[in-house]
């Protein structure tokens, strides 16, 4: 077998898709949901084609960071009245998105070509420290808005997926405030970037990442990330920044279907809000519901431990 990373010819070892120090965070989400081959298991999803020294020490250091990250920020859920600040290191988040998006394209054997020997030399190397230009991540709050509680459609803390939907503008195409009644927008077009390679939107609890991958010889980089950065209801991280704000990037409709991207101004957002103050400004039984969910989750640890 020849190691995925550095090309080797060794026997392979198993690689998490997801990092297992993410996965251990998390371990009331220990069923996986394949939806590309249509089966659910216990098993942890993997992939067995990266050499030991690869797996356990060249490649590793991006799973601490990941481990660190994830736990100090999105381990708990918020509303949409919190604001949280987040510290990054930029070109760490975009080592652990790539890194995920290359485990999932193999394991599916889909075209891994983006990951040429450039890209595999900055995620081996931990002292690389250029950040690709031709590679954006975006970063929002995921937040239940809708009143639907998470357990009704499954524990789904963890989610990711490949070529996630941009919407070019609203579903909603406008509102009647007397009657309340809703209009769809009958014609609703999906954004298309020019020289985009692969997309992944991945979603830790309480937290989505907007990964897109452009051609490296592509000149409308640029202007595709000032599209994606004031259409999209997404923070876009900087190599030139640490801190920023998250904003809240999902409404009552695409938190439960995460595939869907919709843009800032989507009337979803603001039929979500009004459903909400016709019910008093919470949902009373979506809360205690919640809270019971809450103890539950806490059996299902004590059942399946890490």
């Known amino acids: 077998m020849k190691c995925a990373y550095c090309g080797k010819e060794t026997k392979g070892t198993k690689e998490h898709i ?3 120090a993410i996965l251990d965070l998390f371990p009331e989400c220990y069923i996986t949901f394949d939806n590309a081959r249509d089966k659910v298991h216990q098993a942890d999803p993997m992939v067995k084609d990266v050499c030991a020294k690869c797996n356990n020490q060249r ?8 481990k660190d990250f ?48 450039e ?22 709050l995921a937040v239940n808005v809708s009143p639907a509680p998470d357990a009704m459609f499954g524990n789904l803390k963890l989610r990711w997926c490949k070529d996630p939907i941009l919407y070019a503008n609203s579903i909603v195409r406008n509102i009647d405030y007397e009657t309340g009644q809703v209009f769809l927008n009958d014609d609703v077009q999906k954004e298309n970037f020019p020289d985009l390679r ?53 409404d009552e409709f695409n938190y439960h279907q995460f595939e869907h991207i919709h843009v800032k101004w989507d009337g979803l957002f603001e039929v979500g809000l009004m459903r909400k103050l016709a019910s008093g400004g919470k949902y009373q039984y979506k ?20």
């Not at 604001?83 to 290191?89: A, G, L, R, S």
């Not at 890209?119 to 929002?140: A, F, Q, R």
């Open 119 to 140: 890209m595999l030399h900055y995620l081996l190397n931990e002292n690389d420290n250029s950040p690709k230009i031709n590679v954006t991540v975006l970063c929002g």
């Open 59 to 66: 490649i590793s250091y991006i799973d601490s960071y990941a």
């Open 198 to 250: 692969i997309s992944y939107l991945f979603r830790f609890n309480s937290v989505q990442f907007l990964l897109m991958c452009w051609d490296k010889t592509s000149e409308k980089i640029e202007e595709n990330n000032v599209v994606l950065s004031c259409q999209y209801p997404y923070c876009l991280m900087k190599a030139t920044e640490t801190k920023t704000v998250l904003p809240v990037c999902t």
């Open 18 to 20: 997801i990092s297992c």
């Open 70 to 117: 994830i736990s100090q920020y999105f381990t708990q859920k918020y509303t949409e009245h919190d604001t949280v600040e987040i510290e990054y290191d930029y070109v760490m988040v975009q080592k652990m998105l790539l890194k995920y998006a290359f485990n999932d394209l193999r394991s599916h054997k889909d075209d891994c070509t983006f990951f040429d020997e």
């Open 287 to 306: 809360e205690l519901y919640e809270r019971e969910w809450e103890k539950e989750e806490e059996n299902i640890k004590q059942q399946h431990p890490r």
